[in-house]
Every structure is written in C-alpha cells, then in structure tokens.
C-alpha cells in the first residue's frame, strides 16, 4: 500500500521561498495525477496544483506564477515550489495522488490517497 509523507513546510516572512516534498512509500507510476492542496485557518481545502503523468499542469489562480508542482517518478517523489510568499498562503499543505487501477492493484478502480499534511506559515 502506497503512503504519502509531506515535508518542507515551516515559518517564512512574505515574499520568500519554500519547496515541499512528497514521498511516497511505493511507485507512482500508477498514479495518473498528483496534486497539492491547502487548508489554512478556518478555509475549506482546496486544490493548488496539479499535474497529470503526461505532465500537464493546473493552478489555482492566485498562485499562479508564484507556485510550480513538479514529479519525478523515479523518486516517487512530488514537489511545489511557492515563490513570492504572501500571509495568505499560510495553511497546511497536503500531497494528493489519484490512480484508476488502484494504485496497480485493480484495474478500472479509483484510489485517492492523502498525505499528513505540512504546516506553511508565512507571516513577519
């Protein structure tokens, strides 16, 4: 069974930088999209990033040009760089992944898999 972990959240002052990270603990080549979302205080989640196995790519509106999500199979691993930090951004992050073969499993089934989530407080 695959888990995600999330990591490289922290405290920034606005208009800094931070890259998180998403292991997983198996392959993600049977998962077809993986995404990032954020919850921050007293907000419903919502989705920030995310890129399809062919690479293509979607933003929330409001950051983009700020945030870039990228994979690498190979390290089972997803990524989001956020630049140009702002207060607003402060939330928990959370790695998402989806698979329609039940992450290799079973053919033809859906499987949604969340990580712990990691905390971004951006804030002077």
């Known amino acids: 069974q695959v888990l995600l972990a999330e990591s490289g959240g922290g405290l920034v002052q606005p208009g800094g930088s931070l890259r998180l990270s998403c292991k997983a603990s198996g392959s993600l080549l049977n998962f077809g999209d993986v995404s990032w979302y954020r919850q921050g205080p007293g907000e419903q989640r919502e989705l920030v990033a995310t890129?399809?196995?062919?690479?293509?790519?979607n933003y929330l509106d409001s950051v983009k040009g700020r945030f870039t999500i990228s994979r690498d199979n190979s390290k089972n691993s997803v990524y989001l760089q956020m630049n140009s930090l702002k207060p607003e951004d402060t939330a928990v992050y959370y790695c998402n992944a989806v698979s329609y073969n039940g992450g290799g499993y079973v053919t033809g089934s859906y499987l949604e898999l969340w990580g712990q989530g990691t905390l971004v407080t951006v804030s002077s």
């Open positions: 890129m399809s196995s062919n690479s293509g790519t």
